[in-house]
């Protein structure tokens, strides 16, 4: 019996929140029937399943029946559907392993989200969300980032919140004294006839061991607990020698690795000339590529190891979670 | 006899090479070693990374990553530090991502 699309359409409306209940439907639609790899030329209401299975094996509410109102069904094997909708996309709420970024820069991974004073906050890198210090705290945070079409006006999803600040090495001083100091040296220095210059430099005030800051979503629900193809956090671990890592990136997307090095000392360059000495970091192989930075890093069961934010061709190099829980004052 | 002899000795310049009263109770961790001799190491040419990991016998080394090939940095490099191996990698220069 023929039946016009707009019958067959009237009749899966009517019934599709029932078939979707069932086990292993994922999907329903109108289309041409199939009967052993041949199209019959009949429209039918299509269920798709994870996996095709003998009747038998199904309860009887698992069924999808042979027709619904005369309508024949039609059963297709698809497995699980995945989204593709792009990591550089808009998304809301949005997971990790997603574009974000300061409105000044190109864009980063938002890495997970994480508790300040009971709070839900985006976890990502000092320089995905603070522009390398150079942000203030209240500036707009955009998802996607700015590279990948986020604009302020449509993409704001959160606002800086904190971050720790990030000891360049040679920062030129900002000390009027020591500068004039310097500059009267090398004066001297010329008069002399010495090739030799001095540079006001600033110490580094302490060792960095993280590169993090924290954003504060504008609206909790434009934010999801979920890691793109990895899933919820499932606590928090010690990184250590050998052990098994993944990762949820905005550009290279999920990717596997191992502990190669720990208690590395490792200089970082941010831009042209700008360097930062990090201490006590995790280092892997290759799994990462720029805009990568700011995902978070787990083990094999879940847990959180670490926050991923440089890296070269042959490594990764991975700060401990331990310090930037410390240094944020962060919790799960 | 002369293999003895000569086992003796060796043991003898051992003894006396190392004066058992400065002989530290116990031996400095790789942690420890590590940590004292990173700030020199990453002073030569071309280094960028010191980190503990391990040697291809599966024993805890210290790792020396290069920016590139570095012959020059390499004849600098000791072969071991406190009795703790030194290895080195080509690693390339790591830029914030």
């Known amino acids: 019996m023929a039946h016009d699309i707009q019958t067959v359409r009237g009749v899966l409306k009517q019934t599709h929140r029932r078939l979707l209940d069932r086990a292993q439907v994922v999907a329903t639609g109108v289309g041409i029937k199939v009967t052993a790899g041949k199209p019959t030329g009949e429209l039918s209401i299509v269920c798709s399943v994870t996996r095709k299975r003998p009747l038998a094996e199904l309860t009887e509410r698992d069924r999808v029946p042979a027709s619904l109102d005369g309508i024949a069904t039609d059963v297709v094997e698809t497995g699980v559907l995945r989204s593709l909708q792009s990591r550089t996309a808009r998304h809301r709420p949005a997971p990790g392993g997603v574009s974000i970024g300061h409105r000044d820069i190109t864009a980063g991974t938002l890495g997970c989200l994480v508790k300040r004073n009971g709070e839900v906050v985006i976890l990502s890198n000092n320089h995905v969300l603070a522009n390398s210090n150079a942000a203030t705290r209240g500036d707009p945070i955009l998802q996607p980032g700015p590279h990948d079409g986020g604009t302020l006006a449509n993409d704001r999803i959160a606002d800086l919140l904190d ?37 006001a430099v600033r110490p580094q005030a302490g060792e960095n061991r993280v590169d ?42 999920f990717t596997q690795g191992a502990i190669s090095q720990i208690d590395v000392t490792a200089n970082v360059q941010y831009g042209p000339g700008q360097i930062a000495q990090f201490t006590d970091q995790l280092l892997a192989g290759p799994m990462s590529q720029g805009g990568d930075s700011g995902s978070a890093v787990f083990d094999n069961d879940n847990r959180l190891v670490g926050l991923l934010f440089a890296g070269s061709d042959n490594t990764t190099i991975i700060n401990r979670i331990e310090h930037v829980f410390a240094e944020l004052g962060l919790t799960l | 006899m002369r293999v003895w002899l000569s086992g003796a000795l060796v043991l003898l310049l051992g003894m006396a090479g190392s004066p058992p009263a400065k002989e530290p109770a116990v031996p400095a961790s790789i942690q420890e070693v590590k940590a004292k001799h990173a700030p020199a190491l ?51 220069q790591p830029r914030a991502q």
């Open chain 2, 42 to 92: 990453m002073q030569l040419p071309g280094v960028v990374s010191v980190g503990i990991g391990r040697g291809p016998d599966g024993r805890p080394a210290i790792v020396v990553g290069l920016d590139r090939e570095r012959p020059e940095t390499l004849e600098q490099l000791p072969r071991s530090l406190d009795g703790h191996p030194v290895l080195s990698e080509v690693v390339g």
């Open chain 1, 163 to 199: 971050f720790v600040t990030i000891n360049f090495i040679d920062s030129p001083s900002d000390c009027a004294i020591g500068n004039a100091a310097a500059g009267m040296l090398n004066a001297v220095a010329g008069m002399i006839g010495s090739g030799t210059r001095l540079r």
């Open chain 1, 212 to 253: 993090a800051a924290v954003a504060r979503p504008l609206n909790p629900v434009d934010v999801s607990p979920d890691i793109l193809e990895v899933g919820r956090i499932q606590g928090m671990t010690s990184g250590t020698l050998g052990m098994a890592i993944k990762k949820s990136g905005r550009t290279t997307g």
